[in-house]
């Protein structure tokens, strides 16, 4: 059984190394299908495509776009696409478009919590011109010793009811499933376990998204519990939807766990790979 590794982050987008180098480490590390799924972004597909020959291994096109739903911010994967699609070129446009502005403001509420300089500091971890995420943030707050590492940066200042909270409207669900469609791709709730809903609104994003003809639940995940991995693999049999595994990597010591050290797919659910 080929081993598959279906969510990673390169510099094209809050990745820390090229797409080259990220292939060259799945590979090392026993990953024989990949998927690199930069946030809202294609442009590392190519160098991740030529890298994946040399290699030895597979290179799957993917993106990972964010998307508004309720109050929510979700990520939904898109597996298996063609980069070179119009409509998702133009969808994932319009999505980073709103980016920049964000950044601002996020600095300027940084700023006023008694934090100044966030804004140029983020923009020096920047990788790609196209793309700044609050990563980006997360990483100049541990420079200057404002938390100890990204998740207390993220529990203390860049999410809801925090100094550095900037709500932003992304694309609505509906939209990214149909780009991705539209691509040829599939469409994947990303890391369910993460999304600080009840069990009542989860089955609802779950019957919304299978009814929009979403196709998969990433049921394994380095951000899921054993428990949670256990519980989506549920979830995806009672909604009739595939199944899929990603490390969400992103870069060396910045990550749940490493290239080849994802735990099995649980039985008794279709990997979103069956048709490949
Ligand atoms: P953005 O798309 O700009 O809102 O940034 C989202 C990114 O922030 C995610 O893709 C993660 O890489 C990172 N992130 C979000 N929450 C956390 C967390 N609790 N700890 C570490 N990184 C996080
Ligand atoms: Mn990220
Ligand atoms: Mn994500
Ligand atoms: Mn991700």
Known sequence: MPHFDLHCHSTHSDGLLTPSAVVARAAARGVDVLALTDHDEVAGLDEAKAAAAEAGIEVICGAELSVSWDDQT???????????????????DAIRAGRATRARRIGEALAAAGIPGAYEGAM?????????????????????????????????????????????????????????????GQAVIAHPGRYKITASAMRRLLAEFRDLGGDA?????????????????????AFELAASCGSDWHGPGESWMDFGELPEMPVGVVPVWKGW
């Open 74 to 92: 979700l990520h939904v994967l898109a597996l298996g696409i063609d980069p070179a699609n119009a409509l998702l070129a133009e969808g994932l």
């Open 124 to 184: 020096r971890y920047v990788t790609s011109e196209r793309l700044v995420s609050r990563t980006h943030f997360a990483r100049y707050l541990v420079e200057t010793g404002h938390a100890r590492e990204a998740k207390d940066v993220f529990k203390r200042y860049l999410t809801r009811g925090n100094p550095g909270y900037v709500p932003h409207p992304w694309a609505s669900l509906a939209e990214a499933v149909g780009w991705i469609h539209a691509a040829g």
């Open 217 to 237: 639940i990433e049921v394994v995940s380095s951000s899921h519990t054993p428990a949670q991995c256990a519980e989506f693999a549920t979830y995806a049999r």
